[in-house]
């Protein structure tokens, strides 16, 4: 079974800062790895994900994660932050293997941005 | 702008009454998921139907009644609900159960028990 694990559930920041979203996962198999965003009074809304290949990937909106497999870890970072990027973000894990599992997210981590 | 599609927005129902929940996906998707978000808690997977057939069904109470009548349509059926079912519902769709293209939510519902 798969589990995610996100260290911090608020993070508070000024626009044009950077800022880094941690998310640690544990799973026995592969996985696939995702962030979501969701905005107050709205569904979740894909960022980015990990599949195979490359370990840095580039999402929306100026986002990028990378994928540590020895650290078992996939942090979202953003080079400068602006205040609409204030949201609750989500990590999610999914096994790889053919059988498949929906995804399990995290408790997910309130981005604050102030000006 | 969203692919799937959730009514209502809002809901406030009574213990005793019974309501459903609508779910409408046209993305040609062949998986379709309930998950139950609460203040504080991660969001937990209620339901997963896969062409139309439920294949995962995560201990949720009887009171929770999933339909799917066909690949782009998900009910959820509520009856003799708690006020700890309050919370937002969300409906979403992958192409595959495997989920790695990731998955299309819907706004949700946001329910409230009283």
């Known amino acids: 079974a798969q589990s995610v694990t996100q260290l911090d559930s608020q993070v508070p920041v000024f626009e044009e800062a950077p800022v880094e979203l941690r998310c640690n996962y544990s799973s026995s198999v592969s996985v696939y790895l995702f962030w979501y965003v969701q905005y107050p009074n709205q569904g979740l809304q894909l960022l980015l994900k990990?599949?195979?290949?490359?370990?840095l990937v580039k999402g929306i909106n100026g986002f990028e994660a990378e994928f540590n497999k020895s650290q078992t870890s996939f942090h979202l970072r953003k080079p400068s932050v602006h205040i609409s990027d204030t949201a609750e973000y989500f990590c999610?894990?999914?096994?790889?293997?053919?059988?498949?599992?929906?995804?399990?997210f995290g408790k997910g981590t309130t981005l604050s941005v102030s000006s | 702008e969203t692919g799937v599609t959730q009514t209502p927005r809002h809901l406030v129902m009574g213990m005793t009454n019974k309501k459903s929940l609508k779910c409408e996906q046209h993305l040609g998707h062949n998986a379709m998921y309930w998950y139950k978000q609460s203040a504080k808690k991660p969001l937990e997977l209620m339901f997963v139907y896969s062409l139309e057939e439920r294949v995962e069904n995560n201990s949720v109470p009887s009171r929770f009644s999933p339909e799917c009548p066909n690949s782009s349509h998900l009910f959820l059926h509520l009856h003799t609900l708690q006020p700890e079912d309050s919370a937002l519902y969300l409906c979403a769709s992958s192409q595959t159960r495997q989920g790695g293209l990731g998955y299309t939510f819907g706004s949700g519902t946001r329910l409230t028990v009283v």
């Open positions: 990990y599949l195979s290949g490359s370990t």
């Open positions: 999610a894990v999914s096994s790889s293997n053919q059988a498949g599992t929906a995804l399990i």
